[in-house]
């Protein structure tokens, strides 16, 4: 069915008031298809298409709804309706929601939950948003290291209905320390009556709580793994990632970096929905901070300006010799930016990549070099042409090595490699690059200056 | 164990030459650590490593490696130990191998290989890079829609050494088209005499071969797939492509990308091994074809050379409100680049997205003029004030109003919206700027233009 299709049908389910309808919707077409046309209707339609769609399904189509459109929703849900999908919903975004209310809302909701579900939030909620803790789900499967293949399959059975995924389970001792992970692969492999304790896999790969929440996406995608066991600070097994979810972690780091190398703050959620004071707010800071750090440049270019009223000319090549500068460190900054967020580059490669980065600079300065100073020659002669070949050669290496060491330098004192954006670049090469421009330009055309 | 002991244990494994010691190292380690500590080894260690490594704990091991290495290391490998490899391998795996080979290595393979495999390589080889037939695997687990659950199960535990997942397995008609797709999840919490084609997912999420391979990893992260199945033209099933793979697949393109916006152009591989002639031919292009483009600046300062001779002082602000033009544009064109990648935004929403620029970006144009105004009051009086106040808002909102729109431009052309790089919009609205800022500084200083 597709997205105009399911809207006339969602419309018509809304008009039937049926129940019917909806089941026979949800069927037919996959949650994540439902969720992504809603965002079409009104909260309160939205609210009312949930309460006639069937319990379980009515879980499982609002966790693909936007996180923000979530929290709007909740209010227009009556206290039965809002209890039930709380039930049926997965512990990770259940937290994550309960994070998301507003703090009358969550007390309007904790009474109708059963005392584990609240334990249960209180625990998850707590976690910061951006470590593993945040995005674990503590719906995992255990089994028992002494029960044979053929019994820990019953196990995974029964406990189905209450996990995330029955794929990968569990060992765990008697203080819940983790000891072993089976998967349900293992399971039907193994012999029927095989010992489930003699062919887990011991000393699994596991995160902490509190780590980065990217370093769960990172393992799962170096270990291939369907779900990474997460342990607390007692390494005692308190949830497990999904990679489903690490899939999202992922795709939101890649963005949010993204957007740090265009200059732009965080933004959370779609852009397309996202508000004009909210994308004021994320742009004004760093554009005016950048326009302190141009400043510098016009300062530069103030200093010599006898330089340039003796030889106007000069002026020309300005925007040319400064941008290849930022041009060039853009580059570099965002090889490295990439590359430290993939876990490729490291704080320790620094001297190393710096080495080569001298290097593939200094042939770069050089070719573009060659290239400037034919066009110096004509407009200027030979004396320009010099002037700005020098310069350019100078200013590709600077504006390299900054690029590229900025991340590192970030990293080192704790900050996001990701700050060192192309537009942060090119304001700090422009300064750099006007500075060398013009003493070059003042020592070989021998000019005093003012 | 940390890289450093499992190093040496390697070293000790090369001098003893004991098989025992590698198959002993491969059970206590994972192939992924294994694999990432082996590049600081020469090919030729490497090779002899693989020869005493276990057959089937070889192939594992060999997809951990990075891909250049794979293709060094294949003519070191003896005519028996490369066949072996290969009938280990992954059929995705094994098939991007074949195509890194020089062809000579490519007829030394094929001889050595069954004819199933040989054909196998050949049609998975046939795929562009870039196409989801070229990260999907051959190697699936059929079962027959009449059977029972139980059998179904039977089925996957026989096919499970040849496939690269049994956690989903596929049904498909007598000309081979997908019908239905069930998962081990249904098989098990079905009743055991359950039939399959009653209860299987009819109309299954799928892909085709030939779409490009980002699709695939949208697909399986937007419906929390483990595998995706892969038709032909024909609508025939011809492959999957697993979760894992689909992580890869990601994680590549949002490099990609944030090279793109960065100016360079596509890296296959590691930047830290990357050699220094690579660097410097995926960096010169565009910074060579970025210094053309800045000659329009600089020829648009050479227009208005009187203008500046007339007022040396308007040089101090040139840095600053030209490079605002293109920090407000590279700010909106990696909001869209990226947008754009993850199919949040599509080409039909530009009209929509261009009118909220429009007031965004009037927004930030204005608060940057009041700042700048004031610097123009202290540093040239009132006129100058107004020249540069006028020229930030409208050189903020033409920058913005390029950058939003450049990647929608490529898009629409069937190009690359990564293209529209930092750099390249920086140097448009530097262009622009320049006009801006002399055209209003002529008309509102009078000035008569040479």
Known sequence: ???????????????????????????????????????????????????????????????????????????????????????????????????????????????????????????????????????????????????????????????????????????????????????LKDLIMANEDAIIGDFMTRDPVYVKADAPREVASQLIAKYDLIALPVTNGGDKLVGIVTYDDAMDVAAEEATTDFRKVGAVSEIVGNIKDASINLLYRKRVFWLVLLVFGNIFSGAGIAYFEDTIEAYIALVFFLPLLVDSGGNAGSQAATLMVRAMATGEVMIKDWAKMLGKEFIVAGLLGLTMALAVSTLGFWRGGPEIALVVALTMQIVVVVGSVIGMSLPFLLSRFKLDPAAASAPLITSIADACGVIIYFAMATWILDIPVG
């Open 1 to 183: 069915m597709n997205a105009q299709d399911l809207i006339f049908s969602l419309r018509t389910a809304l008009l039937s008031k049926d129940k019917e309808d909806m089941a026979h919707l949800t069927r037919r077409c996959h949650p994540a298809d439902i969720g992504a046309v809603l965002s079409s209707f009104t909260v309160e339609q939205i609210a009312q298409l949930l309460s006639l769609t069937p319990v379980e399904e009515r879980a499982q189509l609002f966790g693909y709804l936007p996180k923000e459109l979530e929290a709007d929703i909740v209010p227009s849900l009556d206290k039965k309706a809002l209890g039930e999908l709380f039930l049926h919903m997965a512990s990770d975004e259940r937290a994550d929601l309960f994070n998301l209310l507003p703090e009358e809302q969550q007390g309007r909701l904790l009474p109708v939950l059963a005392k584990a579900e609240r334990e249960d939030i209180r625990k998850l909620a707590a976690y910061e948003e951006d470590k593993v803790g945040s995005v674990m789900s503590s719906e995992y499967a255990l089994v028992d290291a002494k029960r044979t293949a053929k019994e820990g399959i019953a196990q995974l059975r029964k406990a189905a209905p209450d996990t995330e995924t029955i794929y990968q389970a569990y060992v765990v001792d008697s203080e819940r320390r983790l000891v072993g992970t089976v998967s």
